[in-house]
């Protein structure tokens, strides 16, 4: 239409005058239409600057046709940021009412947010801590191995850390590659298992005297009764059976006594070599079963730690390794510095753990073959009373096997605990 005008005006023109002052009108009127669009463009460059729906133009033509879609779509994009904005404050006073800690990480682990209850739980101060690795601000390798690792099916536990509360941990992935940490304070539920474990201590004390006079009466009895005679089998017999009992409050109340005694000085000197040797004549050369040992033992490797306890744990691994590898088997016994930290590995070529039993065979009384295990003389509380000892020595246990292969079962010592 404003094409069609400007063609009839430029044909009368130049009818009417000339040629010349057609051209002039034309040139005229591309000015202004330039100036016209300039002067918009101008207005919509301004706007942007300063981008609010109050100072938008109106426009005129067909600019106001533009300016008409873009306050639609501001309107729409303010309501929904508010909307968002809204959720966004209605989570965060949720997740800061909970009980729990919550924490949202980022794909680097740096925390982007986190309730009072993580702060407090943590040590997390907002306003230096924010966009700053997690594992930086709460220092512990287990949860740094953890975060790290990116599997999270199951959850952590913090109970045996000295100077901080007993946490269970939780993560989920959210957005992309965040994460939210759930941290859950366990006093409650560790007070009441304190209270089990005092119990079974005390318990086990009290029975402990008893035990000890009626093995004492089995012997005499044994040694006195006729040697074919069917009392001798039953008093054998009983004997047997009582030695059982004993081993295992033995070991119930060493558990405990490991699990309990977290305040005790665990910084004696210890002669590892002299300790191997000592476990060397006291179970490996008397067992009957023969196998082929092998060492690697760095005689001058020694560690600070409570010598009853690391010599405990040595032993429970190589009197497992001894009882779960048939006779020909190999055993190899090897303490070294790897890494910089002091390791002691006992690998056999025996009967294997599988895999989906290795998560839980550190817990106590968890057997794979409960029988196998009984005949052999276990207790089924050998391995968590290992796990124990080397947490309170700041260590870990790690554990490989492969069934009808053989196992591996790793105590690694950290740096500060090697005799320099
Ligand atoms: P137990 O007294 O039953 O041996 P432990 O706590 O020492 O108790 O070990 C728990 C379980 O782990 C055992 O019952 C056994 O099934 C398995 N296990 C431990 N050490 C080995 C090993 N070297 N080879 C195969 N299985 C093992």
Redesign the pocket.
């Known amino acids: 239409m404003f094409a069609a005008s400007i063609a009839i005006a430029f044909i009368l023109i130049k009818n009417v005058y000339s040629l010349y002052a057609a051209c002039l009108f034309l040139i005229c009127i591309f000015t202004l239409i330039i100036l016209y669009h300039t002067f918009w463009i101008y207005r919509l460059s301004k706007w942007l600057d300063n981008r609010s729906i109050k100072n938008l133009p109106n426009g005129y033509g067909v600019w106001e046709k533009l300016f008409t879609q873009i306050y639609r779509t501001e309107t729409k994009q303010k309501k929904s940021k508010q909307e968002l904005f809204e959720l966004l404050e209605q989570f965060k006073s949720a997740a800061g009412a909970m009980l729990d800690g919550v924490i949202a990480i980022d794909k680097n682990s740096e925390i982007l947010w986190c309730n009072k209850t993580a702060q407090k739980m943590l040590n997390i101060i907002p306003k230096n801590d924010y966009h700053r690795p997690i594992t930086y601000i709460f220092r512990n390798s287990i949860f740094k191995e953890y975060i790290e690792n990116d599997d999270y099916e199951e959850t952590l536990k913090l109970t045996l850390q000295p100077s901080l509360l007993p946490l269970e941990i939780k993560v989920a992935f959210f957005g992309a590659n965040q994460r939210i940490i759930v941290c859950r304070d366990l006093t409650k539920e560790t007070e009441n298992q304190n209270m089990r474990k005092e119990f079974v201590s005390n318990f086990s004390h009290e029975i402990k005297t008893p035990l000890t006079v009626i093995l004492g009466f089995l012997e005499t009895l044994e040694i006195q009764s006729d040697k074919n005679s069917h009392d001798k089998k039953m008093i054998s017999m009983m004997n047997d059976q009582a030695y059982r009992m004993k081993n295992l409050i033995d070991d119930l109340l060493l558990l405990s006594q490991v699990e309990s005694s977290q305040d005790i000085n665990r910084s004696e000197k210890i002669n590892i070599s002299s300790l191997l040797s000592n476990i060397k004549n006291d179970l490996i050369k008397p067992s009957t079963k023969k196998q082929k040992f092998k060492y690697s033992i760095d005689s001058k490797l020694d560690i600070y730690g409570a010598k009853h306890e690391i010599e405990s744990a040595f032993s429970?691994l190589i009197n497992?390794?001894i009882?779960?590898?048939p006779i020909n088997g190999e055993i190899s016994i090897q303490w070294n510095i790897i890494n910089g930290l002091a390791i002691f590995e006992?690998t056999?070529s025996?009967?294997?753990?599988p895999e989906k039993?290795l998560k839980r065979?550190?817990e106590r009384f968890?057997?794979?073959?409960?029988d196998?295990?009984r005949e052999?003389g276990?207790?089924?509380?050998?391995?968590?009373i290992v796990k124990n000892i080397i947490i309170q020595h700041q260590g870990e246990m790690k554990i490989s096997?492969e069934i009808n292969v053989?196992?591996s079962?790793k105590l690694i010592f950290p740096k500060d605990r090697i005799v320099s």
Do not use: C, H, Q
């Open positions: 429970n497992n390794a009882r779960y590898t006992v056999d025996g009967i294997g753990i039993n065979i550190s968890y057997r794979v073959d409960p196998r295990s052999t276990g207790t089924g509380l050998g391995l968590a096997s053989g196992s079962f």
